[in-house]
């Protein structure tokens, strides 16, 4: 009995182990995924000034014959 009970134990540390690995990654995944949603939202915003940019510009250019 006593030894069915370590070995219980053993996993249950395991276990417990396993769960603050996995919550640690999990905390990385989670900025990682904050960082890439920033980035994405700073490249849609330099594209759309681009775009911007690129319309008065054309605006400028004159009317084809």
């Known amino acids: 009995m006593n030894t069915e009970?370590?070995?219980l134990e053993a996993k249950i540390e395991q276990v417990v182990d396993l769960v603050l690995k996995l919550r640690a990654e999990n905390e990385v995944l989670r900025n990682q995924m904050?960082?890439?949603?920033a980035e994405r939202l700073h490249l849609r915003q330099?594209?759309?000034a681009a775009r911007e940019?690129?319309?008065?510009?054309?605006?400028?250019?004159?009317?084809?014959?």
């Not at 940019?53 to 014959?65: F, N, V, Y």
Request: aromatic content about 0%; charged content about 40%.
């Open 5 to 7: 009970l370590e070995a």
């Open 34 to 37: 904050a960082a890439a949603e």
């Open 46 to 48: 330099t594209m759309t």
């Open 53 to 65: 940019r690129l319309e008065k510009l054309m605006d400028k250019l004159p009317e084809e014959s």
